[in-house]
């Protein structure tokens, strides 16, 4: 396999690139199963970084190096792994599809720079595609697309784009024309230069797994009108979204490949469309060029805002620049063979073996003891790093998901990852007594490398319990317990329920007075709650419309605080969700009115609203997403609807494949990827997606 063919797009010169600015840190994101760790492992092949292709269906990935993952074919931990093409240095991370996993997804687009979405070439823009991809617009990471899979039957570049386009809403702007349909599929032609990059099986090609050899050439008669024409295309659309790009346009009728590669780098920063390229990683075909425009139109360290932190209330920015204090921020932890490692993002500074940190959110100090470049699970030990490299490090014992570590002498926060609130909960004992407190401690050290993960204790039956994201979250953790040696018992998964008010209640007044020696307590209060919208809109407002200060402000406050205490238990003893207060009268005491009495009143206010307005129970639901053949669709349907199921469309994508969206409360998908199976003779497959929360039946 060539390595040493470059197809460099940007037209950036030869003068020398620092150390920062060569670097790209990325992320692969996808749905389940559109290849995003066979991205990953071709680009490490195809780097030097590895001696030897791995594949899922092997079990031999380098990311997937967690048994689970390997038993089930998908992945589950978000991976960090490092490369280096053509002068750049390379830093991705492989991140999970699955939506019970998302929260890695989150922790690691926080450290991000750039990503590379990969889409299946005969799906499109799949639900948990969308779902990556809205987290990525949350935290303004830039994204390039590649379009995998080009080899499979029903493969469309044009039908892809379009998802994109029309489920994604940003401006997808091709930059290649495939070669070949399906499993003719043998190269692109590059409409920004206009030449043919080719892959042919090399003698190495053994048991349907190819070594790809990639041949530049010109571009054939029979394919130079399409190829002009797609050009021009795309000359055009990024004219109009690039001002400097519309002048030469003008000028010329067309734009050269420089300024077309400056003006999409330029775009892709800016949010403004996305570069698609295609492939099919499988087959080694399509990476180099990908590796191209990663390293051209990915942002740099250098090339995105300094990163904004808070000391006490004092807002500060830090630049990438290893000159500048250090502060980097913790986004996974987990204990390996070689000690608890704390994987960070250094976003200025230095680090270096032996050096001394403040750990903002405990405010002690710890010794960076070793810094490792990370290989997904092996590592390579170095003395330093910079601003802009990603690394783990040992040593520090208390920093969590989320934690700074920063120089003593320049203390700074940085704003974390938020961990996603927990949907399902199991309880979970040990088998033997004699195993309780290493079960308590396995517990805890899963909650430290899963802050989504959180451990508590049944009120009421006072069993430890275990609260996750979804089915398959909490089956991976129970998991890893047993992998222990721990001997576990779990109980049937509850959903997290909450409740909300069904009608209004106005003017209801409560008026708190306490008088037992000394200073009492007097407050009174009027308050209005109405429900935030339709049952099962989530969230809370508090607004006060109180006049002529009969009700001072740092009171109005308390009233506020007081009522979102009383949030956390309903009367139907679940966290209350989707209602609005209103403070509209209340009067004071000279003398015992105090934060503590209005805050007192708040509560007791809202607990008697909801209990007048008549409460309502409310369960999670989530947006489902089932292929399944045409043959077991009636009996699919048959059994949403037995779950309370409410099917949204029903679609075919082919021949041999059915697509249905439903939307069906989470409680009842307990067990449903067995009964899909069962029902579609092991050929069904479905996804979810978090929907919110809708009224449940009266239990």
């Not at 749905?31 to 031999?60: C, M, N, P, Y």
């Not at 700074?404 to 007594?433: F, I, K, Q, Y």
């Not at 308590?440 to 050290?445: H, Q, T």
């Not at 047993?482 to 003017?507: D, I, N």
Request: glycine share 10%; proline share 6%; charged share 25%.
């Amino acid at each position: 396999m060539r390595t040493d063919l470059t197809f460099r797009t940007t037209g950036t010169g030869t003068g020398t690139v620092s150390a920062t600015a060569a670097v790209r840190n990325l992320g692969i994101l996808a749905h389940v199963d559109a290849g995003k760790t066979t991205v990953t492992e071709r680009i490490l092949f195809l780097t030097g970084a590895t001696h030897r292709r791995g594949e899922v269906h092997e079990g031999t990935t380098v990311t997937d190096f967690d048994p689970q993952e390997r038993d089930r074919g998908i992945t589950i931990f978000a991976a960090a792994v490092s490369c280096d093409w053509a002068g750049y240095r390379l830093n991705l991370i492989d991140t999970p599809g699955h939506v019970d996993f998302a929260d890695e997804v989150e922790r690691s687009l926080r450290v991000l720079d750039g990503a590379v979405a990969v889409f299946d070439a005969v799906a499109g823009v799949e639900p948990q595609s969308e779902s990556v991809w809205r987290q990525a617009d949350r935290h303004g990471v830039p994204r390039i697309a590649f379009v995998n899979k080009m080899d499979r039957p029903g493969a469309d570049l044009d039908a892809a784009v379009a998802s994109i386009r029309d489920r994604l809403h940003p401006v997808p702007l091709a930059v290649q024309l495939p070669i070949g349909r399906e499993g003719g599929f043998t190269g692109v032609v590059d409409l920004l230069r206009l030449r043919v990059l080719t892959w042919t099986d090399g003698p190495g090609s053994v048991a349907g797994v190819h070594v790809a050899d990639v041949q530049v050439a010109d571009v054939p008669a029979e394919l130079r009108a399409e190829a002009e024409r797609r050009r021009q295309a795309l000359a055009e659309a990024v004219a109009e979204l690039h001002p400097a790009a519309l002048e030469e346009y003008c000028a010329t009728g067309t734009l050269d490949a420089d300024t077309l590669a400056g003006a999409l780098r330029q775009l892709t920063a800016d949010g403004q469309a996305v570069v698609v390229l295609c492939g099919s990683a499988y087959r080694n075909r399509g990476i180099e060029p990908l590796l191209d425009a990663v390293t051209a139109y990915l942002p740099s360290p250098l090339d995105v805002p300094p990163v904004r932190g808070d000391w006490q209330g004092t807002a500060q920015e830090r630049p990438a620049d290893a000159e500048q204090p250090l502060a980097a921020l913790v986004f996974k932890v987990n204990a390996g063979s070689t000690g608890r490692l704390s994987s960070l993002r250094i976003y200025s500074g230095t680090l270096r073996k032996g050096d001394t940190v403040l750990d903002a959110r405990t405010g002690r100090t710890e010794r960076i003891g070793r810094i490792l470049r990370v290989q997904a699970d092996r590592h390579t030990e170095t003395d330093t790093a910079v601003a802009g490299d990603i690394v783990a490090v040992v040593g520090p014992k208390a920093a969590r998901a989320g934690t700074t570590l920063c120089a003593p002498g320049a203390p700074l926060v940085l704003e974390p990852a938020v961990a996603a609130d927990p949907v399902v909960t199991v309880a979970v004992e040990a088998r033997r007594s004699v195993d309780t407190d290493r079960l308590a401690a396995a517990l805890f050290r899963l909650a430290e490398e899963d802050p989504s993960l959180v451990v508590g204790t049944d009120p009421e039956s006072g069993q430890r319990v275990l609260s996750g994201l979804g089915e398959l979250h909490l089956e991976v953790a129970v998991e890893k317990l047993r992998r222990l040696g721990l001997e576990v018992t779990v109980g049937r998964p509850r959903v997290a329920y909450r409740e909300t008010s069904s009608r209004p209640v106005a003017g209801l007044v409560l008026r708190h007075v306490k008088q037992d020696g000394g200073a009492g307590q007097f407050a009174h209060i009027v308050v209005d709650v109405e429900p935030l919208g339709e049952p099962g809109t989530d969230g809370f407002e508090f607004r006060s419309t109180v006049t002529g200060g009969r009700v001072p402000q740092e009171f109005v406050q308390a009233v506020e605080a007081g009522c979102r205490d009383a949030l956390a238990d309903g009367p139907l003893g679940h966290p209350v969700t989707g209602v609005r207060v209103t403070l509209t009268d209340g009067a004071t005491h000279v003398k015992d009115s105090s934060d503590l009495a209005f805050r007192t009143a708040g509560r007791l206010a809202l607990r008697e609203a909801l209990r007048r307005g008549g409460p309502i129970l409310l369960e999670p639901v989530v947006h489902l997403t089932a292929t399944v053949p045409p043959d077991a669709l009636g009996t699919v349907l048959g059994d949403l609807s037995a779950r309370r199921g409410r099917v949204h469309a029903s679609a075919p994508r082919s021949t041999t494949e059915t697509v249905l969206t439903a939307t069906v409360p989470l409680a009842e998908l307990f067990g449903y990827a067995a009964a899909l199976r069962s029902r579609t003779q092991g050929r069904g497959t479905f996804t979810t997606h978090p929907a919110g929360h809708a009224p449940a039946p009266r239990r």
